[in-house]
């Protein structure tokens, strides 16, 4: 198993340019999270799905969009990418939520400039 | 107030110490609790599960005091690769579902 899986590693967006962040998962799980980490501080939850067709904002959702067309893949769509979205993303999976541990993704680093 | 607050150190620690990280949290509906590890530049991975009868893997022993709201994680004959950010994490369900992530303490092994 590759677990979760995260395309680019890093990216430079200029002000005003859209992007997506790739995510997939071969584990078969339901829950699926999107996360930014800022420096010195904790992650934040961006979206969350539930299962394939349901999303849910988190606590950061504004400038970002998901989908979820199938269990294993969970796009972030970046549009219109300003300063503040300069951070890591980290996308991660889980078998339920609440109780159970989540398994993250390598990160994909942003800079937009 | 933070929902989840923790101590950012960092903790400066020779080896074969003992060092204890405490994280409070705020909401009484907190559901389930996590410590977890970060690598620099990597990502976090579950370092234990956090029950409240207290539960210990090997050198690690994580609490839970619900009354008190307080988490905490005891490593005991500190080792050179203990040196990470270690994140406290709560699960909250009140209906929707939420996970709130401490900023993380940093933690110094040295020779």
């Known amino acids: 198993n590759a677990g979760v899986t995260q395309t680019p590693k890093f990216r430079i967006l200029k002000i005003g340019q859209s992007m997506t962040l790739q995510c997939t998962q071969d584990?078969?799980?339901?829950?699926m999270y999107w996360y930014r980490q800022d420096p010195g501080m904790g992650l934040k939850l961006i979206y969350y799905s539930v299962g394939a067709g349901i999303t849910d904002k988190g606590e950061v959702p504004n400038g970002y969009n998901v989908s979820r067309s199938t269990t294993e893949d969970f796009p972030l769509r970046l549009e219109l990418a300003a300063p503040s979205q300069t951070s890591v993303y980290f996308c991660a999976s889980s078998p339920q939520a609440v109780s159970y541990e989540q398994y993250f993704g390598p990160g994909t680093r942003l800079t937009v400039t | 107030r933070k929902e989840v607050e923790q101590d950012p150190g960092p903790f400066n620690v020779p080896e074969g110490a003992t060092v204890a990280f405490n994280c409070t949290y705020s909401?009484?509906?907190?559901?389930?609790f996590f410590w977890y590890r970060q690598d620099c530049r990597k990502e976090p991975k579950l370092l234990m599960s956090?029950?409240?009868s207290g539960n210990e893997d090997g050198r690690f022993t994580a609490q839970l005091n619900r009354a008190s709201q307080y988490i905490s994680l005891l490593i005991r004959d500190s080792k050179l690769s203990d040196s990470a950010t270690y994140l406290c994490?709560?699960?909250?369900?009140?209906?929707?579902?939420?996970?709130?992530f401490g900023a993380g303490t940093r933690l110094f092994v040295k020779a």
């Open positions: 994490v709560v699960n909250i369900n009140t209906g929707g579902f939420k996970t709130i």
């Open positions: 584990m078969n799980h339901n829950y």
């Open positions: 909401n009484s509906a907190s559901q389930s």
């Open positions: 956090v029950y409240s």
